[in-house]
């Protein structure tokens, strides 16, 4: 019981960070950090440089994408380790 | 029938649903009060965490801001977003599975201290009223601007509405009326998008409509070939550059997100552990249909506005105008300047309008007595005229309120707009005033100073108190003290470097002791206040680029406070002893889905 728990702890963290890692490069990276570098590519078909567009755009619907792949990979990792809660 | 009709008919109708809905879904225990008997659908949850989220300032005031910041104003669209998934990664799930009422409680468990609790609740207290008070306020100008009440009256029944309803329902009336004040809201900020969009591009996706057709046709690129013409800054450059600063904001106001204490109680509201998952989702999903609706608002208006008044002749309206070589002002321009939202000095004396960069005049504008008129039969200022060539000031505010007209829309849909202000205002206060009575009733008196109060005291003293928090946010909204606007932008920041790292910690780490957690709180807050009273109060001269710490303004400051409050809690919390086994035990429950109902009776 607590070895599954220690082990369904480690997986959640490492998903935990894989996400996060995610997040960080689409918001803070894209549309931050490397914003300048990535205005050089416009969009193919419209006029946005692909920085820009990820800081006003991009980033908040990989933000949506991170929350939905977590809430769905959590839930297969629960009921694997046996830990979701009985339905009522 | 006119404006003020329809207005005063969606008003009417839009309040009388929120009140009935607070009728039917009466709450009759404090679990309810608190936390609507944990029984939210995740849908249900995440539309009221929408609305509960997006104030009267998203709705009214950001596709302004970002109009006339450009790309700068990328740091709110993805700070107050990207938040979400450091709520739902980092903390939902887990504060849910800990089952009780509020971010105090979860903290004063898990380190065992009535110091950190009562820590905990000052830094709420202080955050709810700063924010609440600029809810009231919007409340009233949207009643003063679509209704021509005074913003005192417009305040007063924003007062009785919210007060109905949070003290006859408290979480649970508040819910379900947030449920139908996003719907509202979203629609009424959505259909003058709509309209916008087509008429631009002829798209009905605003979100693609704004960058659509390649780089020499698409509306952002003609904005910037405008911007490039009066000389400014091109549209998706405007507030680069300082990559450093910008990052801190950005992360700050990310932080800041995930440590505001009402957006953080909604997600104890739901059955589940998965559902406190599914329920972040939704609500980021409702989220993000505003927000990225938002920069393409910015880019319409902020377009449409410059090719319309450019060179344009004050004194001749389309109607009259029969000389073709001579560019007419459009109606809308003179309507908002009689309500003093647009103003315009004509320095070069040609009659026509300069749209240029800078300010046209020192401060907001300030009409000369009596209605008096210029030589073109624009309202005279007594503002001193800058040395910028540009002549035209515009408040930010007016890229939301006026897009229906710019667009010709009906009037039934101006009164729309207004409806959708006040319903993200009043959602907004509601949410607020219910942390600050939670914190009062159940962490001050049931948790603190009375732990025999019985269930039917605590939940008066819950209602007593949410009518005092109501009277003095009214007040705040009726009378704010100037310093309200600058605080509430520095709630992030303190919220970043108090709240979210004790909490963060006290998930993910079980060796993290109170004696960590008080160090880091105390530095963080310290730090972050410090740098924002020397900058904003004692020192407003040096508040450049060159005189900041670490490169870092007082907007973003909060980020560095809150990786100063994770060092110092590890570091501190190394030195003494590890917590007990009972509250190591709890934080390792905590992390398992499994026995949530079991933990959540009370």
Redesign the interface.
Known sequence: MEQQ?AR??RR??RL?GV??GV?FVA??GA???F??QL?AI??P?????LG??M???G???V??L???G??RK??AL?RE??????D? | MTVQVWTAIFVVLTFGLYTAIAWWTRASSTREFYVAGKGVSPLANGMATAADWMSAASFISMAGIIAFAGYGGSVYLMGWTGGYVLLAVLLAPFLRKFGKFTVPDFVGDRYESNTVRFLAVVCALFVSFTYVAGQMRGVGVVFGRFLEVPVETGVLVGMAIVLFYAVLGGMKGITYTQVAQYCVLIFAFMVPAIFLSLRFSGLPIPQLGFGWGGEDVSVLSKLEGLDRELGFTPYTEQGGGNVRNLFAITLALMVGTAGLPHVIVRFFTVPKVRDARTSALWALLFIALLYTTAPAIAVFARYNLMESVRDATWSVSAETNDDPSIKPLPEWVRSWEDIGLIAWVDKDGDGAVDYAPGAAFVGKPSFAPDEARGDHGERMLVNEPTKAKNELYVDRDIMVLANPEISGLPDWVVALVAAGGLAAALSTAAGLLLVVSTSISHDLLKRGLLPNISEKGELRAARIAIVGAVVVAGWLGIDPPGFVAEVVAFAFGLAASTFFPVIVLGIFSTRMNKQGAAAGMITGLLFTASAIVWFRFLHPELDTAEHWWFGIGPKGIGSVGMLLNFVVSVAVGACFPAPSTRTQDMVRAIRVPKGAGAAASH
């Open positions: 728990h369904y702890w959640v963290l935990t996400l996060l997040w918001g803070l549309g931050v950090l914003k300048e205005d416009v969009i078909g419209t006029g946005f440089p820009f567009w800081a006003q755009q980033s908040i619907l933000f949506v991170v929350i939905w977590y809430a959590m839930r629960d380790a046996g830990v979701e809660e009985d009522q």
